[in-house]
């Protein structure tokens, strides 16, 4: 029996400093995301549906 093994790809190489300002960044917007849904949940603000302006004509036969 023989066992089948996905290759992965190799890891590429990069500056670690900027996974490290990437990582930092992108938690900073997850932090403002958050606090911005927690503001709005508490003050009871609700946010009026997107319309989408109808173009056309129906005629019911």
């Given amino acids: 029996m023989s066992t089948a093994r996905a290759r992965l790809p190799a890891a590429v ?10 990582q930092f960044v992108y938690r900073q917007l997850m932090y403002l995301v958050v606090i911005q849904s927690v503001a709005t949940a508490l003050l009871g603000v609700r946010l009026p549906w997107q319309t989408i302006r109808r173009e056309g004509t129906f005629a019911s036969p």
Avoid: K, N
């Fill in 13 to 22: 190489p990069g500056d670690p400093a900027a996974v490290r300002l990437q």
